[in-house]
C-alpha cells in the first residue's frame, strides 16, 4: 500500500476544491491546480470561507482550519505534481485536453484517479497506476 501524504487535484471548481479541502482537513499536503489561475485563486478563496464560516459555528477550531489552509497550495504547472503520491483529476467533460492532461501526469504520481460526475447524481471514480 502506498502511504499518501502529498496530494494533487486537477480542477479547481466546485468539486475540485472540495476534494482539495478534504484532503487538507485529513492532514495531506494538496497541491491544486486548474488551466486557469484565476480559478485555483477562486478556490482557494472559497476554501478560506468555507472554513471561516465552520469556525464561527464552532465546527472546527480556528488553529485547526489554519492548519487546513496551510496545508493547501497552489499548483502553476504540472510539474508541481512530481512528488504527489496520489493525483486526482476532476473533470465532468472528457475532452483532448483531459485525456493530455492524464498522459502528462502519468509521470509524476505512482496512481492517478479520475473522478467523472454522471447525471445520476453518482460519480465514477478510476484508478490508473504507472
Not at 64 to 87: G, N, P, S
Request: hydrophobic letters at 45%.
Amino acid at each position: 500500500m502506498v502511504a499518501l501524504n502529498k496530494i494533487g487535484v486537477v480542477g479547481a471548481g466546485a468539486m475540485g476544491r472540495n476534494i482539495a479541502l478534504f484532503f487538507a482537513q485529513t492532514g495531506h499536503q494538496v497541491q491544486l491546480f486548474d488551466v486557469s489561475p484565476e480559478a485555483v485563486t477562486s478556490a482557494l478563496d472559497a476554501v478560506a470561507q468555507t472554513l471561516g464560516r465552520a469556525v464561527e459555528k464552532q465546527r472546527v477550531s480556528a488553529n485547526a482550519a489554519e492548519a487546513t489552509k496551510e496545508r493547501l497550495h497552489a499548483a502553476k504547472t504540472l510539474d508541481d505534481f512530481a512528488d504527489c503520491d496520489l493525483v486526482i483529476e476532476q473533470s465532468s467533460k472528457i475532452s483532448k485536453l483531459n485525456k493530455n492532461c492524464l498522459h502528462s501526469l502519468r509521470r509524476y504520481a505512482p496512481m492517478i484517479a479520475c473522478w467523472r460526475p454522471t447525471r445520476r447524481r453518482s460519480a465514477s471514480l478510476q484508478f490508473l497506476q504507472n
